[in-house]
């Protein structure tokens, strides 16, 4: 069992302790999984569903047609896999997280999705097996996030596309007000009464803080050698969804 019975906000101090991180990351979201669905609508107001809509147009538009394989990554409860199901009837999707209660309790929503249980910092995949890779909401929870971007690269096929859609450490003035709210009031407030679990909750605000920004993102994707990247910003910057590609073949 770990130390850390709450995972670490701040991705800084994770370098510490990427396990102790990673194994109450786990827990935490195995713990949370039954209120999840309900706390997300809460705490978004229903606006999280716009942005997974805009995040799966981006994904329509990379996805080279009939027979594309399509990786949701951090798939959590599924809400994301559902709606790729429905916009690329033709595509071969899989979803893949770390919890196998959160996969569970999104397993009604998908029909013809491959679930997996498995680590985005050492996917269960062979080198260019996917042509987009998708992460909604999840690579501000890694342990390890220069690992896990190179992860998301070597399943992608040459040519294919990573997007990500996340909520960013915050730049603009009136954004980090919204986060600051957010993290230090509301969303530990509904943990506790919905879910009975303030702490876990309270971490969730506070990696938003504690993450880089959407341009420091931007560029670990470059380092990394993706091509091409490409932000786009959701409601005054509250969420944003960026892209980059993997070089193509010769």
Known sequence: MTKTSVPVPDLARRAEAPDA???????????????????????TAGIDKRWRTRAVARIRAAAPGAGARV??????????????????????????D????????????????????????AL?????????????????????????????????????????????AAKKLRTRAFHETFANLALPALGAVVAGDRSAYKYLA???????????????LADAGFRDVAAEDLTLGVAS???GRTKADA
């Open 206 to 220: 506070k990696s938003m803080q504690g993450f880089v920004t959407r341009g420091e993102y931007e560029g670990l």
């Open 124 to 168: 269960p995949f062979p080198d260019a097996s996917f042509d987009v890779v998708v992460c909604g909401f999840g690579m501000r929870n890694l342990a390890d996030l220069r690992r896990g971007i190179r992860e998301a690269k070597r399943v992608l096929r040459p040519g294919g596309t990573f997007v990500t859609l996340e909520l960013f």
């Open 71 to 96: 990786l949701d990554l951090c798939a959590g409860t599924l809400d994301l896999a559902a709606m790729l199901e429905s916009a690329l009837p033709a595509a071969e999707i899989t979803a893949c």
């Open 98 to 121: 770390f919890s196998a209660q959160m996969l569970a309790r999104g397993k009604d929503k998908v029909r013809r999705t491959d679930v997996v249980v498995g680590d985005a910092l």
């Open 241 to 243: 969804i960026v892209c």
């Open 21 to 43: 991180h990673a194994s109450a990351n786990r827990a935490m979201f195995e713990r949370i999984a039954p209120t999840y669905d309900v706390l997300n609508k809460l705490m």
